[in-house]
């Protein structure tokens, strides 16, 4: 429940570029990212196959993903998808370039001071730094960097599976409470800008552990393209699945 207004965010934002998309509704499946990473290579292995034959019946020129795991997932290890017959995209990338065609109905300019987490199955496992940021710029947003940022950005802490694990022993600090104070810790930030859904719940979570829910706020940036853009509808995307190749 926490993600799904970042996801229709991003789906009033792709409406109001004019972008024809569609989604799988029931027969979406996770994409096995997880369970790769605990081990799992065999439920991995099944997920991937009934995946691949899902999107092979759906009818689509790119496959956005908003969860930078799915993406590096879908990217680099589902072999039928890739070879350039099904180009994956992170939202990210698909922005920066609706951005750059002037594809964005844009009204206003945002005002905000922000900083920006790199993802680590975007940046440092796929090297897309400049597109999140280009988006950014283009809404009138200042961007200060952490110290830790790009190919040595810090980890939220919920990647490899341990977003569902319980800490053990005594831990002084969470990853991602270091990563929200030292966003903290900028002077004038007033907002941690995410784009990984794994990022948004485990620094809304650091806010409250830490005491810095007052001193900063967590967005994703499809919430401030939205912004940008001003009071969008909402409209049932069309389901991939009813479209025969």
């Known amino acids: 429940p926490l993600i799904q207004p970042i996801t229709r965010s991003l789906a009033r934002v792709l409406k109001a570029a004019d972008v024809d998309y569609g989604i799988l509704y029931e027969a979406e499946r996770n994409s096995g990212n ?3 990473r605990v081990g799992e290579e065999g439920l991995f292995e099944t997920l991937r196959e009934k995946n691949t034959a899902t999107l092979k019946q759906a009818k689509f020129e790119k496959l956005i ?9 879908l990217k680099n ?5 890739n070879h350039g017959r099904y180009p994956v995209l992170h939202y990210t990338e698909l922005l920066a370039q609706l951005l750059a065609e002037g594809r964005l ?3 206003r300019r945002l005002p905000y001071t922000v900083t920006y987490h790199d ?5 440092r496992y796929n090297h897309v730094y400049n597109a999140p940021r280009a988006v950014l710029r283009g809404l009138g947003a200042r961007v200060k960097e952490m110290p830790r940022s790009r190919s040595h950005s810090l980890c939220c802490g919920g990647g490899g599976g341990r977003i569902w694990m319980q800490e053990i022993g005594d831990v002084e600090s969470r990853p991602s409470e270091s990563r929200v104070r030292e966003a903290a810790a900028l002077a004038g930030v007033e907002m941690l800008v995410v784009a990984c859904p794994k990022d948004y719940v ?19 940036l499809s919430e401030l393209v939205e ?4 009071p969008l509808g909402w ?11």
Not at 65 to 73: F, L, R
Not at 206 to 220: I, P
Not at 235 to 245: I, K, Y
Request: one cysteine or more; charged letters at 25%.
């Open 235 to 245: 409209s049932e995307p069309h389901d991939a699945t009813q479209v025969e190749r």
């Open 105 to 107: 109905p844009l009204t």
């Open 77 to 81: 290890e589902y072999p039928d998808l």
């Open 65 to 73: 993903s908003m969860d930078p795991h799915v993406y590096n997932t």
């Open 227 to 230: 912004e940008a853009i001003g």
């Open 202 to 220: 485990m620094f809304t979570d650091a806010l409250k552990t830490t005491g810095l829910e007052g001193r900063l706020v967590v967005k994703d």
């Open 34 to 36: 997880d369970a790769r």
């Open 119 to 123: 993802p680590c199955y975007l940046g």
